[in-house]
């Protein structure tokens, strides 16, 4: 497979016959934002934002039917098999030059269409953006994290206790800053796969190369010699203070709530790079649809590889956007023996543990469909038989009803017993 760019995935058919072009003139502040929000599934190009001088896409990832029309995939079971394959079977990158296919420009954050997305934000953002950063002994992470502008080069970065977290950490132990690369503009595929978090070590990039069939190039940057892959509209080059730390937020975060005021660490940007003949900015809307399928997906990955292997057959998994993407599942599995949907409850629980509500029904069940959904509950559903209920443990950051991380999990058995008549639980049908 070819390697893909932003710009190649615009200019896709599919896409373009679903295109929005803003060519009149936007404000970066609050207006971008709600035409974003209220097209949610549509991709937008912002040809102008306070008259600066690159276009702004959003919305790239309108529908989760993206990932599979972008990778020639008919069903979940086939998607989710091609990640997992990716993760297992990274790829390294291989060497090319950055100036082959980027020129340095004379350019600073104030010349970028950088969004304030709501009222109480506590500055503009970058929301698209993937780090990347080595340890010095050969293992590498990228990832994706919101970026507070604080002036034309410095921004702050929200880091929580992962890969980049453990690499930073090491670092400020020496007081030394942790050479960065940030990547913003990037196709879909790529930004997924910085959306997944595989074991420390597994560098998110040798993954997407991997999916990508091994088409990916890299320079390989700074003194921890950062594979960078050649793909994204714009590259910035920078360090990750280990002396300095300011207020970052409040920011809206994937539930559509606005995140509280931390303290973070401050990344100075030295150098910007533009893909020659490129140079489209790009941002993700806060608590948006895309938000949501680009954190949910990969959960939805590692609870379908979970339930497989306690379920024989498992259908589709769901993150429901009004769960945020993050809290409430959907697993729809071929039931064989009694006790198969709770220990699909289970198994669910397990392969994401921010989860806190999930309802496992039948394969007749249209996860897609919560009209469906619920209509399982309502005629399969008994709650002293078939409800699981799990107190007091950790569950997500995110969710404002825990206490300290701690909350009370639900899990709804919505599927046939098999002791009963099949024909009383089917639904009619014209």
């Given at each position: 497979?070819?390697s893909l760019?932003?710009s190649?995935y615009?200019?896709?058919?599919?896409?373009?016959?679903k295109?929005?072009?803003?060519n009149?003139?936007v404000?970066?502040v609050?207006e971008?934002?709600k035409?974003?929000y209220?097209?949610q599934?549509s991709?937008?190009?912002?040809?102008?934002?306070d008259?600066?001088?690159?276009?702004?896409?959003?919305?790239t990832v309108f529908?989760?039917d993206?990932?599979k029309?972008?990778?020639?995939?008919?069903?979940d079971?086939?998607?989710?098999?091609?990640?997992?394959n990716?993760?297992n079977?990274?790829?390294?990158?291989?060497?090319?030059?950055?100036?082959?296919?980027?020129?340095e420009?004379d350019?600073?954050?104030?010349d970028l269409?950088?969004l304030k997305?709501?009222?109480?934000?506590?500055?503009k953002?970058?929301?698209?953006?993937?780090?990347?950063?080595?340890?010095?002994?050969?293992?590498?992470?990228a990832?994706?994290?919101r970026?507070?502008v604080?002036?034309?080069r410095?921004?702050?970065?929200r880091i929580?206790?992962r890969?980049?977290?453990?690499?930073?950490?090491?670092?400020?132990?020496?007081k030394?800053?942790?050479?960065?690369?940030?990547l913003?503009?990037?196709?879909p595929?790529?930004t997924?796969?910085?959306?997944?978090?595989?074991?420390?070590?597994?560098?998110?990039?040798?993954v997407?190369?991997?999916i990508?069939?091994?088409?990916?190039?890299?320079?390989?940057i700074?003194?921890?010699?950062?594979?960078?892959p050649l793909?994204?509209?714009?590259i910035?080059?920078?360090k990750?203070?280990?002396d300095?730390?300011?207020?970052?937020?409040p920011?809206?975060?994937?539930?559509?709530t606005?995140?509280?005021?931390?303290?973070?660490?401050?990344i100075?940007?030295?150098?910007?790079?533009?893909?020659?003949?490129?140079?489209?900015?790009?941002?993700i809307?806060?608590g948006?649809?895309?938000?949501?399928?680009?954190?949910?997906f990969?959960?939805?990955?590692?609870?379908?590889?979970?339930v497989r292997k306690?379920v024989?057959?498992?259908?589709?998994v769901?993150?429901t956007?009004?769960?945020?993407?993050?809290?409430?599942?959907?697993?729809?599995?071929?039931?064989?023996t009694?006790?198969d949907?709770k220990?699909?409850?289970?198994?669910?629980f397990?392969?994401?543990p921010?989860l806190?509500?999930?309802?496992?029904?039948d394969e007749?069940?249209d996860?897609?469909?919560?009209?469906d959904?619920?209509?399982a509950i309502?005629?399969?559903?008994?709650a002293?038989?078939?409800?699981?209920m799990?107190k007091?443990?950790?569950?997500?950051?995110?969710d404002?009803?825990?206490?300290?991380?701690?909350?009370?999990k639900v899990?709804?058995?919505?599927?046939?017993?098999?002791d009963k008549?099949?024909?009383?639980?089917?639904?009619v049908?014209?």
């Open positions: 497979m070819e760019t932003l190649s615009l200019n896709r058919k599919y896409v373009r016959e295109l929005l072009e803003i009149e003139k404000s970066s609050l971008a934002s035409i974003a209220r097209n599934l991709p937008i190009i912002f040809k102008n934002v008259e600066k001088r690159f276009p702004l896409a959003m919305n529908s989760r993206v990932f029309r972008e990778l020639n995939v008919k069903n079971a086939d998607l989710y098999l091609k990640f997992l990716a993760l079977s990274p790829i390294k990158l291989s060497e090319d030059a950055l100036e082959n296919y980027y020129v420009k350019i600073s954050l104030a269409p950088i997305f709501y009222p109480k934000d506590g500055g953002y970058v929301t698209s953006s993937i780090v990347l950063a080595g340890d010095g002994e050969g293992n590498y992470n990832s994706i994290h970026l507070m604080i002036d034309d410095r921004v702050a970065i929580v206790p890969h980049l977290y453990r690499m930073f950490s090491r670092f400020k132990e020496e030394k800053h942790l050479p960065v690369v940030i913003v503009g990037t196709h595929l790529i997924l796969c910085a959306s997944f978090s595989p074991p420390y070590g597994v560098y998110e990039m040798e997407a190369n991997s990508l069939g091994g088409s990916m190039k890299a320079a390989y700074g003194e921890t010699e950062i594979p960078t793909v994204s509209e714009f910035f080059l920078g990750l203070r280990y300095i730390e300011v207020d970052e937020g920011f809206v975060d994937i539930l559509e606005y995140d509280i005021v931390r303290k973070q660490p401050v100075e940007i030295e150098e910007i790079w533009v893909r020659d003949g490129g140079g489209i900015f790009q941002e809307l806060p948006g649809v895309e938000h949501k399928l680009l954190m949910g990969p959960r939805e990955v590692s609870i379908w590889d979970s306690v024989p057959e498992v259908k589709a769901r993150l956007l009004g769960g945020g993407g993050w809290l409430h599942a959907i697993v729809s599995i071929k039931k064989q009694e006790g949907g220990n699909a409850i289970l198994a669910a397990s392969g994401h921010s806190k509500h999930v309802v496992v029904v007749d069940i996860v897609n469909d919560l009209n959904v619920e209509w309502a005629t399969r559903f008994r002293d038989r078939d409800l699981v799990i007091n443990v950790r569950g997500s950051s995110l404002p009803s825990a206490e300290n991380s701690l909350t009370t899990g709804i058995d919505a599927t046939k017993p098999l008549s099949q024909e009383s639980f089917e639904k049908k014209l």
